[in-house]
């Protein structure tokens, strides 16, 4: 499903950051893996190569088949549009969609046909268990309701990639743990390959696999 | 696409209302002064030709000549072979007492034999023209147009109070006419009475305006013209109505260029807003492209987004800006018609109007001016990283684009609008354009190293003044070198249009007064008439005499102008004493000098040019002009070339004798009279007074009056060019408060962030109006350049490829300084606002705001 070889990233600017060096490791499909370090050990970045939003200074990052550094901004925007979801730390809803419209986003970016759109983002809000609040406002929703939303609209698309951003780091212990469980369900339940990053080690728990990356370095590659 | 734009664009718009409001007002404003100038130029130039052929009538010659038709010529065309009718025609603009009704054309025509000419449809079962030679004898007798007659209340038998040159005369209506075809010229503001009675009631003396002349059947236009050319000689113009009207347009085309100049700055002024506005857009919703990158949509879609975002603004704002600019249209109109009137001696009375065309051609502006605008925030809105934007203040805090190709390309820009300004590769509007667009692309490539460098040096002593409230805005400034540029590149390209066009104003009108200074050095000036350019009333020579008689007069100059052509292009004729004038005027010559002038002129029958006229015709001394004179064709040597302002087509001069000599009119103008030294210029001028008193029409001037009356004529001629620099300077405000108001707003999260560091609110406050400041004397710095080079560029190359002049250059310090002062009163004012209300925000409710 994906596999990263010898993955190097530097960032340039007033002095030179090194992100990421040297790292290699597969994923497989269907697997649920943990990304864990320290703050600023490369772990984001390392999701972003993974999901094409960012491209590697050397090495390749293949995705379903493609190397994804060797492709141009247009084609990774429209290989995201199918293959790559993302659920983020700070959700990234739009503040001023209802939570049914921020669901359909994606589908809408797509040019998915409305009346498809609407039965998607019906059964992906069903799923996160958010159907009555499909007409609220993020700002009208509790944390762990707006990380379901995002997780609903990570969903809607069928990507095979789901990558998620410290997906329970915004939220307390019993609404983190409700994510989790959820995550977890969603794999069990469907094929999706999910790679998250995180601190927590309760959540790399929930996990198959668990990654460790240090000073940009993968230091540690453990199954549960 | 339509689902982003019905809820994420309709959200944000929805949520930034004043901002919203603020970037549809550009889109408005450009495109409200371009439709209704437009609209004013086209009804002023078609009612021009429409009133020409509307008081033609079924006349297919009109014979003219400057100063009017004598009476015996009439008995010269009579004879002429294939003359059917001709009928002599005065007409006259004049002011009822009830000045509600405005300007009323009165056409003063022979009644018994103009129906060859004209349908007067009179009508009403009263009406006593049915008796013609009724309304004949009594001379006070008009006939009035019905929608005057309606306005004014008027029936058979009223009387109406006109003012002419002789003061208050009243005429009785005894015919109404019914409004179509020669009715409706004027606008419907139109009477009509007998020629004669015109003649005495207008003191034209035994002259008529004009005659005009039907063919007989058979006798074609050309046959005819060249028939009547030949028994009237060279001085008279004989052309159909057609070429009459357009002759009266080019006369204009000056006047009308600079309005072209307007309607195109105000739309530039307003395309700018709009990038301005779109720039600080994204800047604000990069956390949201962000997201729609990461959830698959490309920079093609992202760019796309933004595009028809501004579609939708141009497409609203060009159909309000077109509403806007109908109803202003009219004010347009009736400022162009008096300056035509005034200036010109042109007439005409419309209704404005904009036809379908200007109106499509409106709203595409509007929605041009919108694309372009947003295309390059929308071209960087869709190359933003998806990683980049959601890193808060990561964007903000990155320097601008500071790369060697953009700042080259810069200067490349800068240095072809330099060169253009000196060295044009053609002429008129695009000319002027291309310059204009230079300068706005060089600084907008420019501006973003240009401000962080001077901001980087300002911001220090924003500092000092103020150790908290400074050191914070300067923080601030030099944080965000991104924000800080759209404003500063908003703030430059606006005043520096001031600067240009405030500074070709006052440099004009300096070197006029200068002129007038030099030239108009007579103690009074008695003159015929108020209209400089086109006088309807003059005084016979034997005036001179009378008031060379009078105690405490040294000398009396007689000057006439007249309205000549020359090479097919209209020019002004000027003729004085030129031995008395010589000894009080110093002219300041391009060629020749006092001698050759002097003796040329009242020696040896040459002429002295301005140096408009010079350039204009390409003719210096050793050339000849040739002028179509009474008594033929007569080709002048140049004696001089010295600097007038008197006509913007050009002036010759000549001396009285020659002109006495070559047009046998003896009449006058203006009378320059000279005092003794010593004299009491207030007797000297009561006595003038008493000696014209009822018998002719005289304005008596002192020179200090003279001058004004002048400078207004100057002033109304550049009145556009003066709102236009009210225009500029009100979006360069607008433009300012925009960029700042957004920027408050953007810092909403810093202000947050201050306070929960300590910050009281006053401390904050204080530092938005300082980083107003800054940026205010930042884009003022940077916009001295662009300003000075356009003001050079319009007092040179503009005023030469227009008019022929080359206005010598002064910087204007006078602006500078009020803008030195305002610019940064009015900044802080604009960033305080709200500032007030962001100092209040709580703190935790700041820090969220994003």
């Known amino acids: 499903m994906l596999r990263l070889t010898d993955v190097s990233k530097i960032y ?213 | 696409m339509r689902f982003l734009l019905s809820t994420l664009s309709l959200s944000y718009a929805t949520r930034n ?152 005369r009243t005429v009785k209506v005894r015919g109404l006419m019914t409004p179509k075809g020669f009715a409706e010229a004027f606008g419907g503001n139109l009477i009509v009475m007998d020629v004669f009675a015109a003649q005495d009631l207008f003191a034209r003396g035994r002259r008529f305006d004009r005659v005009e002349v039907r063919l007989a059947d058979g006798t074609t236009l050309e046959e005819g013209t060249r028939t009547i050319e030949k028994a009237v000689g060279p001085a008279y113009r004989v052309e159909t109505p ?88 009219q004010s347009f109109l009736k400022l162009m018609e008096q300056t035509s009137e005034q200036v010109f001696g042109i007439i005409n009375a419309s209704e404005a109007h904009i036809d379908g065309t200007l109106a499509v051609q409106s709203v595409l502006l509007g929605l041009f001016a919108s694309l372009v605008g947003a295309w390059e925030p929308s071209r960087a809105a869709s190359r933003i990283p998806p990683t980049e934007a959601f890193a808060k203040g990561s964007f903000q805090a990155k320097r601008g684009p500071l790369s060697k190709p953009r700042v080259i390309g810069g200067l490349a820009l800068f240095g072809a609008a330099i060169a253009f300004t000196f060295r044009p590769p053609f002429g008129g509007n695009p000319l002027i354009l291309m310059v204009m667009g230079l300068c706005v692309a060089s600084v907008a490539m420019l501006a973003s190293p240009a401000s962080q460098a001077l901001i980087d040096r300002v911001a220090p002593f924003a500092a000092r003044i103020s150790p908290v409230a400074g050191r914070l805005a300067a923080d601030s400034l030099m944080a965000n070198p991104r924000r800080t540029s759209g404003t500063v590149i908003a703030t430059t390209i606006s005043i520096g249009f001031v600067l240009g066009l405030g500074g070709y104003m006052g440099s004009t009108k300096a070197s006029m007064l200068r002129w007038m200074h030099d030239v108009l050095t007579s103690d009074l000036y008695v003159r015929a008439s108020a209209n400089f350019t086109n006088p309807d009333s003059r005084f016979p020579a034997s005036f001179r005499e009378e008031l060379a008689a009078l105690s405490g007069v040294r000398s009396v100059e007689s000057y006439r102008g007249m309205r000549i052509t020359v090479d097919g292009e209209p020019a002004m004729l000027g003729t004085i004493e030129v031995p008395l004038m010589m000894k009080r005027v110093k002219h300041d010559f391009l060629q020749g000098n006092d001698e050759s002038m002097l003796r040329g002129l009242s020696e040896r029958g040459e002429v002295g040019v301005s140096d408009n006229f010079h350039r204009l015709h390409r003719a210096g001394v050793g050339d000849k002009v040739t002028i179509a004179t009474p008594s033929g064709t007569v080709s002048f040597p140049i004696a001089a070339v010295f600097r007038d302002y008197t006509n913007d087509r050009g002036t010759i001069f000549m001396d009285r004798s020659v002109f006495l000599r070559y047009w046998k009119d003896d009449r006058v103008d203006t009378y320059d009279v000279n005092l003794i030294s010593g004299a009491d210029i207030g007797k000297v001028r009561d006595e003038i007074r008493v000696l014209v008193g009822g018998r002719m029409p005289a304005l008596i001037s002192t020179k200090r009056e003279f001058v004004s009356e002048i400078g207004k004529a100057v002033d109304a001629f550049y009145s556009l060019v003066r709102i236009t620099v009210f225009l500029a300077l009100g979006v360069a405000f607008l433009g300012i408060v925009t960029s700042l108001l957004i920027s408050v707003a953007e810092r909403t999260r810093e202000i947050g962030i201050l306070k929960a560091l300590g910050a009281v609110r006053a401390q904050i406050a204080r530092s938005v109006a ?81």
Request: aromatic share 4%.
């Open chain 1, 12 to 224: 340039e600017g007033k002095s030179q950051v090194k992100a990421l060096t040297g790292v290699s490791f597969a994923i497989e499909s269907g697997e649920m893996v943990a990304v864990m370090g320290p703050s600023g050990s490369g772990k984001s970045t390392l999701l972003n190569l993974m999901g094409g939003l960012d491209v590697p200074t050397a090495g390749s990052v293949e995705v379903a088949g493609r190397d994804l550094a060797k492709e141009d901004e247009e084609s990774r925007s429209l290989f995201r549009r199918t293959h790559v979801s993302y659920i983020f730390q700070a959700y990234h809803l739009m503040p001023t969609l209802t939570a049914a419209q921020n669901v359909a986003l994606p589908l809408h970016i797509a040019g998915v046909p409305r009346k498809e759109v609407d039965e998607r983002v019906d059964r992906a809000l069903q799923e996160v268990g958010l159907g009555a609040r499909d007409r609220h406002l993020p700002d009208e929703l509790s944390g762990g309701e707006r990380q379901r939303v995002a997780i609903a609209r990570a969903l809607v698309t069928g990507a095979a990639l789901l990558l998620a951003d410290e997906p329970t780091g915004n939220l307390d212990t019993v609404r983190g743990a409700e994510i989790l469980a959820l995550l977890r369900s969603i794999h069990e339940r469907g094929s999706a390959t999910i790679v998250m990053v995180t601190h927590d080690p309760s959540a790399a728990s929930a996990c198959d696999r668990r990654l460790e990356i240090r000073d940009g370095r993968l230091v540690g590659d453990n199954r549960n």
């Open chain 2, 17 to 168: 209302k004043a901002k919203t409001f603020l970037t549809l007002l550009g889109v408005v404003v450009g495109v409200a002064t371009f439709s209704a100038i437009r609209g004013a130029q086209s009804t002023l130039v078609g009612g021009i030709r429409s009133t020409v052929d509307r008081m033609a009538g079924k006349a297919q010659l009109q014979i003219a000549m400057e100063g009017g038709v004598p009476e015996e010529l009439t008995e010269t065309i009579r004879e002429l072979p294939g003359i059917r009718s001709q009928s002599p025609v005065i007409e006259q603009v004049v002011v009822p007492e009830r000045g509600e009704l405005g300007s009323i054309l009165v056409l003063g025509v022979d009644l018994l034999g103009d129906r060859e000419m004209r349908d007067y449809s009179f009508e009403g079962d009263d009406a006593d023209l049915d008796d013609p030679l009724l309304f004949l004898a009594q001379p006070d007798s008009v006939a009035v147009a019905r929608p005057l007659a309606k306005r004014a209340g008027l029936k058979i038998g009223d009387p109406l109070v006109l003012k002419t040159s002789r003061g208050l």
């Open chain 2, 242 to 329: 057609d070429r009459r009207g357009a002759q009266l347009e080019k006369l204009i085309t000056n006047f009308v260029a600079g309005f072209n100049i307007s309607s195109g700055f105000a739309l530039g002024i307003g395309t700018f807003l709009i990038f301005n506005s779109f720039a600080v857009a994204v800047n604000r919703r990069r956390r949201d492209i962000g997201t729609l990158r990461s959830l698959g949509a490309t920079p093609r879609q992202v760019m796309l987004l933004f595009l028809v975002e501004a579609a939708v603004l141009g497409l609203v704002g060009g159909v309000l800006g077109l509403l806007a600019g109908a109803s202003m249209s």
């Open chain 2, 770 to 850: 300082l980083e107003g400041v800054a940026l205010a004397v930042v884009g003022y710095v940077l916009s001295l350049p662009i300003g000075l080079l356009i003001a050079y560029f319009m007092e040179t190359t503009v005023a030469e490829v227009f008019a022929g002049w080359r206005m010598p250059h002064q910087t204007p310090w006078g602006l500078l300084t009020e803008l030195a002062i305002a610019l940064p009163l009015v900044s802080a004012l604009a960033a305080f606002v709200p500032a007030r209300p962001a100092a209040r925000t709580k703190v935790t409710e700041a820090i969220e705001y994003e």
